[in-house]
């Protein structure tokens, strides 16, 4: 069992490794040269964020973009890598490269930022200068926490794990490795600034793929009701966080910081009326509508009926079609070339034979 478990986790992360596009190779590369220069006390103070040093004379402004790529212990390295070709092979081929490598800026680098006016906080409140010059921040912890919310976003109701108390699915991945990080700094396992960026890293890359993700189709966020802020959390305490989140977001619209919620309606056919909420389509939509023709499929294979027979009266019919959809195509056969001889005459045609005759 183990052993087959092994080897299906390794033969995934070869083919993740193989079929992985060109920035995801250059990311996990930068990962692995930034260990093996973490072992240079030198090259860690000039790639890494160092609060102190951001700030004039010295502005060393392009550590906000080195400072994911340098890790300091070879299991982070370790997990990194491995997070980033899985998480990749799934995500690099619905964005695409660019919208890829724009997403994994827009993490790190106000990430960074964050951080750093944190340990400025921090500075402020202990006047203990090593968090100005004797903590850098590095890693790619926030990138991990992004990838954690993407996956949610395509596939939310993926259940990982089965235990006897619940079932582990896809929606509780972000909270439970902001909760196992919380644990992993209380006993020293991990620094301070891997917390604040992992936790961080999903705020920002929720809030860009929420508001901001401009898809395909021309629309622009996510505003479905399987990704909100409360989603997040477990359904006794989420209608609380919906509360907070709502008065924030309501916050944000007035200072326009944020759109408001729209809606669209399509009213062209006086019988169904569509209604179009942002982002949706590229999300919850495509993923029902393929859940709805998997089982369409599975249905009409279950009995295949010969091509000269008509249908019984008694046939159950399938809930997803009207009945006239289970007619097998070959089952109606019209001679157009007979079609004269067997229409039956109208009214009007009726009344002109009698002013003819």
């Not at 991945?173 to 991990?190: G, H, K």
Request: charged fraction near 15%; hydrophobic fraction near 45%; glycine fraction near 4%.
């Amino acid at each position: 069992m183990k052993q087959t478990f092994v080897h299906d986790a390794s033969q995934q992360l070869q083919s993740a490794v193989f079929s992985s596009g060109l920035i995801t190779k250059l990311i996990c590369l930068f990962c692995i040269i930034g260990y093996g220069l973490s072992f240079s006390s030198q090259c860690v103070q000039v790639l890494t964020v160092i609060p102190g040093r951001v700030m004039p004379p010295n502005f060393w402004i392009w550590t906000f973009i080195t400072h994911s790529f340098i890790e300091l212990h070879i299991w982070h390295t370790i997990i990194d890598v491995i997070v980033v070709f899985l998480y990749s092979k799934m995500i690099e081929p619905l964005w695409g490269t660019k919208e890829l490598l724009k997403f994994y800026f827009i993490v790190t680098i106000p990430n960074a930022l964050v951080v750093t006016f944190t340990y400025f906080l921090f500075y402020g409140l202990t006047f203990n200068e090593d968090y100005l010059f004797e903590r850098p921040i590095y890693g790619l912890a926030s990138f991990i926490g992004a990838y954690s919310v993407v996956i949610k976003q395509i596939m939310p109701d993926t259940i990982l794990a089965t235990t006897p108390l619940c079932k582990l699915k896809q929606d509780h991945v972000p909270l439970l490795i902001v909760i196992l990080s919380t644990i992993l700094w209380i006993v020293y396992a991990v620094p301070i600034h891997f917390l604040i960026m992992l936790s961080f890293g999903i705020i920002i890359s929720w809030t860009y793929l929420r508001f901001f993700q401009v898809h395909q189709n021309g629309t622009q966020g996510d505003m479905s009701t399987s990704f909100s802020f409360a989603s997040f959390f477990p359904p006794p305490i989420s209608p609380i966080i919906s509360i907070f989140a709502n008065t924030i977001f309501a916050i944000f619209v007035k200072i326009k910081l944020c759109k408001p919620f729209v809606k669209k309606y399509n009213v062209a056919s006086p019988s169904n009326i569509t209604i179009t909420i942002p982002g949706v389509e590229a999300v919850d939509a495509d993923r029902r509508r393929q859940k709805a023709l998997k089982a369409l499929n599975d249905r009409m294979k279950l009995k295949d009926l010969p091509s000269e027979a008509w249908p019984e009266l008694e046939e159950s019919q399938s809930p997803l079609l009207p009945p006239t959809h289970q007619l097998e195509p070959s089952s109606i056969i019209i001679d157009m070339n007979n079609s004269n001889k067997i229409l039956t005459p109208t009214k009007e045609d009726l009344n002109q034979h009698q002013i003819s005759t």
